[in-house]
């Protein structure tokens, strides 16, 4: 059985500072040992989420990007909460390969009233063929200010391009069942959530939304370094046996999913 990690971040260890400044690192050497990192974890291939936009807008960092044309590594980029040169941005990272979005609603404190900006920026983005993914993990003190599922749904009811749910909502999953069960245009990627989620009822209910929405619009994600890629393959494979997925829906989570959004975004 292939596997491919649909949420994986450049950092060998666990530090969102590092995440955040990628820019100050060698960015061909990071790529290239997170592409050995991969190979030597089994991986396929794997969808690599880049949480510093400097890594597009600086552009001594942005030459030195255009060189890292990994084969099993494919490229999606935070969006900027605010920045005048939006346009510019998204066209850059598209020549450079990257095929894809994601937003921190968290992180960049996105209440409902910047939500037109967002769409806007999905629409832009949705033109150059991208994929967008909405961080909907449940945790912070922001919880009550902010809404990412809200925000997703809102992205998501407006554009036909897909929208990832990263994290499957976490203990809003049965929010995110709902959503996805009224727009087909939603998947969910298990990062992060089957390890931190395992003792909790929320497992259960991330199998029963698995079983309602459909095998074939959920992606295995290890969210690492946070969570080890080996330690989120074995997670996974136990949550769904003990659930019991039938052999082709572990395929179509582990492998077949991603696979059909590389081909169809990064392929292209």
């Known amino acids: 059985?292939?596997?491919?990690?649909?949420?994986?971040?450049?950092?060998?260890?666990?530090?969102?500072?590092?995440?955040?400044?990628?820019?100050?690192?060698?960015?061909?050497?990071?790529?290239?040992?997170?592409?050995?990192?991969?190979?030597?974890?089994?991986?396929?291939k794997a969808i690599v989420h880049i949480l510093d936009e400097k890594v597009i807008m600086d552009e001594s960092v942005y030459n030195s990007f255009l060189k890292c044309n990994n084969q099993n590594l494919f490229f999606s980029i935070r969006l900027p909460s605010n920045i005048d040169n939006l346009e510019e941005f998204l066209q850059k990272a598209n020549i450079s390969g990257i095929r894809g979005i994601k937003i921190l609603p968290y992180e960049d404190y996105i209440t409902e009233d910047k939500y037109d900006y967002y769409l806007y920026a999905c629409k832009m983005a949705e033109k150059l063929g991208f994929i967008i993914t909405v961080c909907c993990t449940y945790g912070s003190k922001y919880i009550y200010e902010v809404n990412n599922l809200a925000l997703a749904k809102h992205i998501a009811d407006n554009v036909n391009t897909t929208v990832v749910l990263a994290h499957a909502g976490g203990a809003r999953v049965l929010d995110a069942m709902s959503i996805a069960l009224d727009l087909d245009n939603i998947m969910m990627d298990l990062a992060f959530s089957l390890s931190y989620w395992k003792e909790s009822t929320v497992?259960?209910?991330i199998a029963f939304c698995i079983k309602k929405v459909g095998a074939e619009r959920f992606l295995f994600g290890s969210d690492g370094p946070h969570i080890g890629i080996e330690e989120a393959i074995n997670v996974a494979d136990t949550f769904l046996d003990a659930n019991n997925f039938l052999v082709e829906d572990k395929n179509k989570i582990f492998y077949?999913?991603?696979?059909?959004?590389?081909?169809?975004?990064?392929?292209a």
């Open 203 to 205: 497992i259960q209910d």
């Open 256 to 267: 077949e999913n991603a696979q059909n959004l590389v081909e169809k975004f990064w392929k």
């Open 1 to 44: 059985m292939g596997i491919i990690d649909a949420h994986l971040h450049v950092m060998e260890h666990p530090s969102l500072d590092g995440e955040f400044n990628l820019a100050k690192l060698d960015i061909f050497k990071a790529f290239r040992n997170l592409s050995m990192r991969v190979a030597d974890a089994g991986l396929d």
